[in-house]
């Protein structure tokens, strides 16, 4: 019922940038927090950053002052600006949302996961 669909993954140099976008789609009432994972190869999936429906933000200190969150709530789409970027950055990133859908039955969903690889 439920979609996250993620873009704008790929391989850039240290020091670049990218921007991941996650869209949301079917039976959405309201969208609660919005939330971007990482899992790197071998280690636990991580919270990396985290926006609320109100437009509060959270970011883990790794990624502090690099990355941005924000979302577009009429779009039901989450972004995540990545600057500065580190090959400790290189992973596998994940969309999250908690949300309402349509019977206002609340629910966890996970995007299908982008492939982030920062390398020279």
Known sequence: QV???ESGGGLVQPGGSLRLS?????????????NWYR?????????????TNGGTTNYA????GRFTISRDNAKNTVYLQMNSLK??????YYCN????????????????GTQVTVSS
């Open 61 to 64: 200190d790794s990624v502090k």
């Open 22 to 34: 996650c869209a949301a789609s079917g039976s959405i009432k309201i969208i609660d927090a919005m």
């Open 97 to 112: 949302a908690q949300l309402y859908n349509r019977d206002f039955a609340w629910g966890d969903y996970w995007g299908q």
């Open 87 to 92: 090959p400790e950055d290189t992973a596998v």
């Open 39 to 51: 899992q790197a190869p071998g280690k636990q999936r991580e919270l990396v950053a985290t926006i």
């Open 3 to 5: 979609q996250l669909v």
